[in-house]
């Protein structure tokens, strides 16, 4: 067993992060001259199923649309210092962006590189549609087969680990569960077995707090005059030495804004917890409830205590099905009276929709007055709008079916310019796709990870 400690760097915490935050992360694990790899985590629910909405479209599509944008600051670098990437950018088709991988490398002159596919999490690819939607769902969803978009179940390291085993110098991912990205590096490095649980629970932990990027050193944090946090717009990407006992230490590459603290650490360990007595994982349950959070020096936490217990007997699937289309439409007003002009362009629109008998459901909000604590009802709007404000902005947004409606009832807000109150401008209108999902939870011996390894070729 390896007993040297693992430095693991995050270069991205969702599919919109900044695209130059890697760099400073690669250079300190440069720097470090010790074992090291980098994880990119850019797959939410709703961008997966984009990807197999744009796969439909075009079947070398599917993944991760800013990956050289994010691979070519570091992908030499890497490459020149062993210091393999994992990334689940695969998304709906991790195969292509392992293929995509290799042309970026090319295009930089890179040597020869290894990039590995981690599949296996494509349901539908498994399962023929009807035999899914008879399994039960949570909540239940009455889903039309026809609506489908997609369904993916959530794998955990093991096909990670596997591909590092055989050389990956790059290792592509579709759906599995965010810390995996972590833990499979883990296990592969210290040669930590499918049940070493409390180990196992440690490294979901790492990946846990490293998953979402910069909100374990102070992004998503701040909050002036509370919680302050230097230099937010230099924020430094997070980076784990995690040792072969499981013991972890959060700290950022030297010189980087941020703040690395037990509070900011407290609050991303606790992140969507639903039991921190059990949190569920395809590797192992989670543990929180001993875990012991200490300030070991300026920007330095160290953790440990996490225990395990047995994976669970299924695994997580999320299930993507059409939604129809929303329409938001935005217009402002400002000045004198502006409240009760914005509420009378709110009434205004109702009674349109009404008039007009469009299919759609529709919700109201003045921007700046009532918006985050709105209720469907308006009760809260006519409530809190009645104090006069220097300016607001009436958004109405709907949602139905069929698309002509959708544009027709949207477009109400444009007419308001000469049909609506006075001193009305800026209007913006925007159409888009809905998805809806659902969870499903299928017996693990139905899907396994599969690792391809593009042979090693000389870019």
């Known amino acids: 067993m390896n007993q040297e400690s693992l430095l693991i760097g995050c270069g991205a915490g969702f599919a919109g992060d900044r695209l130059d935050a890697a760099l400073p992360v690669v250079a300190a694990l440069i720097a470090s001259g010790r074992p090291a790899c980098l994880i990119f985590e850019t797959l939410a629910e709703r961008t997966l199923a984009l990807a197999q909405v744009r796969r439909r479209q075009d079947r070398d599509a599917g993944f991760y649309v800013g990956l050289e944008k994010l691979l070519a600051p570091v992908l030499r670098l890497c490459l020149e210092h062993h210091i393999p990437i994992i990334g689940n950018f695969g998304a709906a088709n991790p195969v292509g962006a392992a293929h995509h991988v290799r042309e970026i490398a090319k295009s930089l002159g890179c040597g020869p590189i290894r990039v590995a596919a981690v599949t296996g999490d494509d349901l539908l690819a498994r399962i023929p549609a009807t035999e899914l939607l008879a399994m039960p769902f949570h909540p239940a969803a009455n889903i039309d087969p026809q609506a489908l978009v997609a369904a993916n179940v959530y794998l955990g390291a093991e ?256 007419a308001l310019y000469t049909t609506g109150p006075a001193g009305g401008g800026g209007v913006r209108t925007t159409i888009t796709p809905l998805m809806n999902s659902t969870s499903v939870y299928v017996e693990r011996g139905l899907l396994c990870a599969e690792v391809s390894m593009l042979e090693e070729d000389h870019a």
């Open 159 to 414: 096909g990670i680990a596997q591909a590092l085993a055989e050389g990956a110098d790059v290792i592509v991912t579709g759906r599995v569960a965010d810390p995996a990205l972590a833990l499979g590096p883990l296990m592969h490095h210290f040669g930590w077995h499918a049940d070493d649980w409390d180990l196992l629970a440690a490294g979901v932990l790492a990946g846990h707090l490293l998953e979402c990027g910069a909100q374990v050193t102070g992004g998503y944090f701040a909050d002036p005059g509370f919680k302050d946090v230097p230099d937010l717009a230099n924020i430094g990407y997070p980076i784990a030495e995690v040792s072969a006992t499981g013991e972890i230490v959060i700290f950022k590459p030297a010189g980087s804004g941020g703040v690395v603290s037990e509070l900011t650490v407290k609050e991303q360990m606790l992140y969507e917890i639903h039991d921190p007595s059990a949190y569920l994982t395809p590797d192992v349950i989670l543990d929180l409830t001993a875990v012991e959070v200490e300030q070991i020096g300026p920007d330095r936490v160290r953790l440990c205590g996490a225990r395990g217990a047995p994976r669970p007997p299924t695994l997580k699937g999320t299930v993507c099905f059409d939604g129809g289309w929303m329409g938001e439409g935005e217009i402002s007003y400002a000045g004198p009276n502006c409240n009760a002009r914005g509420l009378l362009a709110t009434e205004v629109l109702k009674q349109r929709l009404t008039r007009l008998d469009l299919a759609v459901d529709a919700h109201f909000d003045l921007i700046g007055v009532a918006s985050v604590f709105n209720d469907d009802l308006g009760t809260w709007m006519n409530r809190v709008a009645a104090t006069p404000v220097p300016e607001l902005r009436v958004r109405m947004a709907v949602s139905g079916v069929h698309r002509d409606e959708v544009e027709r009832a949207v477009q109400e807000v444009e």
